[in-house]
């Protein structure tokens, strides 16, 4: 129930998408107080679970007002902040729209040559994802720009109808034109995309507004990975809109972005590329909100839902960015085996091990949970809905981690007669009993997530033992301590609400919109003049962009970033400037670069190199406004007396394992200062926090449950 406030109510309301269930957070931004609902994702028509979720999570509010009556769609009025997996789905399992792919003549086969990187040198049989526009509705026509921007040759306008004759012919629903060194100057990609718009009426994209950026490759498989998704995410986006308007929302629909900004449905449309890790990184905004409440530098994010688990570390209280990321990758852990996408991202990992992921034997008979999921439909066997693959979720509730009754509240009981059936055959084929089987789905699950965080942290040059976790999404708190334990973390956090949390994390997303352009020059050489007129043109965009999402041009904020590296170097990395460094003299702006530069050199690297020249290579600009502050009120403590328990119920916490009488609380009956022994299961509608035998645990002030280990 949420408390009556004297200060005008501000509701604002964000829809997170995910590939099992769609959540939902209503917030009161003047006092703090939270409302939340979570449903099933209905796959094939998203808009459908949005509408039953947004419904249900208004009707929770009757009584909020002097009238008792429940707040109307009118009563929203700021932008409903909208995540989405929509694309990033669409991606992996190759439920794209039908595109088209145009590119200059002799270079056709570039989605198929990708880089000639081998990301396993000595697998015979290696094989890559699919490209997202096949080869045979690849098209070629003879244009040519030159390294300089130059343009030496323009498609004439018969060249263009014949293009054009080949696309209609394929019946394309989308098209994406990537031309050789589009990057410095797109003009004949303009062309093109106004004549083939004009001709086949059908979305169109450009490479030189998509990914501006040197290499082929990434360039081309980001620009076709963009147009493949067009058609999937905007009919939607429509959609959504008319229905709003019909209910009579105050707010526009604003997209959550994968670099943790968001923008205007219409931006978020034309450059759906830009939402693949849209949940995730809201996420990551939350882990960060409550690392600086909490005053944990480093943290390490863990999501769990009923399809993926994502793991981000925060520095400084804030995540890593990355301008690549890799999508759909045959092998788990092997970079390089999925598609690039050169788009601006919070740098996280995601894999496929979430409530709904299926355990089965591989043909060694070892045991085998993920990355298949079960989904939504049908989701785990004990949701009754026609699934017989034993899961995750399976697993839980016959170890008793997951109460039946209490799923969701009690709205979606689930059968753990199915569970039990479901795994049965399995324990079978494994000459494993019922509850090892179930303890062993749970531990490999585990081990899953802890060696993904582990590899990504390893990547990155740092080491996760001693960090602590922060447990997030409708699985991440049953599973985090047992992670917790492998990954050597000291502490866990579970915040208040944690299986809706992305989608708090939304709300509390700044609009922000980052941009590229490929300008390579060695230091020193660079023409002020040039440089200075193409950033003016991207600061021009990113105020187009926010203005579209509502924000004043006096709150726009800039910053630029450079894509460096020593001259003849194969890769770079990115280097971010002051805000005042672009009115900064030119001798006051080199020294800033070469600086900035040798720090991350040497942190990277463990050294600098004497006498070589730095090459700049792309420049960045990100456009954003601060989001509004939301402070919460600390809770109160309304009594002395210790929790007590609504049950106890017995729990298996291992393989071999007799179950333990384990109390369990419920979520919202704890107050600050509240103490908890391991092992012990409080739970609330969304999610369940397992603590773990000999775990120790206090209530915070903000209601969070930190936890430490033992």
Known sequence: MIRQSATPADWRLAVDIGGTFTDFVLLNAADGEIVTEKVLTTPEAPLDAVRRGIGAVLGKTSGNKTSGSKISPAEITAPIVHATTLVTNALIEGHTAKAGLVTTKGFGDTLLIRDEHRYDMYDLQIEFAEPPI????????????????????????????????????????????????????????????????????????????????????????????????????????????????????????????????????????????????????AGAH??????????????????????????????????????????????????????????PSIDLVEIGAGGGSIARADNLGLLKVGPESSGAEPGPACYAQGGTDPTVTDADVLLGLIAPEAFLGGDMALDASLAEKATAKLAGDLALSLPDLAAGIHEVVNQNMAAAARMHAVEKGTDLRGVPLIAFGGAGP?????????????????????????????????????????????????????????????QERGREVLAAAGVPAGNVRFRCGIDMRYAGQGNEFTVWMSESWTNESETTQEAAITAGFEDSYRRIYGMTIPGLTIELVTWRLRAWADPDVVEPPPLSRNSDSAPEPHQERPVTFARGSKPVGTPVFHRFDLQPGDALAGPAIVEERETTVVLRPDWQAVVADDGSIVADSP
Request: proline share 7%.
């Open 134 to 281: 096949p080869r045979q509705r690849t098209v070629e026509i003879d244009e040519r720009t030159l390294t300089t921007g130059e343009v030496l040759r323009t498609p004439s306008p018969q060249e263009l109808d014949a293009v054009a004759s080949q696309l209609a012919e394929m019946e394309v629903e989308a098209v994406a034109i990537c031309f050789l060194h589009a990057y410095v100057n797109g003009h004949n990609e303009q062309v093109c995309a106004e004549h083939l718009s004009q001709a086949l009426g059908v979305p169109v994209c450009v490479s030189s507004e998509i990914s501006p950026q040197i290499r082929e490759f990434p360039r081309m498989c980001t620009t076709a990975a963009n147009a493949a998704t067009m058609p999937v995410i905007g009919p939607y986006l429509t959609e959504l809109e008319a229905w709003l308007r019909t209910e009579g929302f105050g707010g526009a629909p604003l997209m959550m972005l994968s670099n943790g900004g968001v923008v205007s449905a219409k931006d978020a449309a034309l450059a759906p590329v830009r939402l693949v890790e849209s949940g995730p990184a």
């Open 286 to 343: 939350s882990g960060a909100w409550f690392a600086k409440r909490m005053d944990e530098a480093k943290l390490l994010c863990f999501d769990m839902g009923g399809t993926t688990a994502k793991s981000c570390l925060l520095h400084d209280f804030a995540p890593d960015l990355t301008t690549t990321l890799e999508v759909a990758r045959i092998y788990r852990f092997k970079h390089g085996s999925g598609l690039p996408l050169t788009i």
């Open 478 to 538: 049953v599973h985090a301590c047992g992670v917790a334990e492998l990954l050597e973390a000291p502490r866990v956090i579970f915040p208040r609400n944690a299986g809706v949390l992305s989608s708090f994390g939304a709300l509390i997303s700044p609009v922000q919109y980052d941009l590229a352009r490929s300008m390579p020059r060695l230091l020193g050489k660079v023409d002020p003049a040039e440089r200075d007129a193409m950033l003016a043109e991207m």
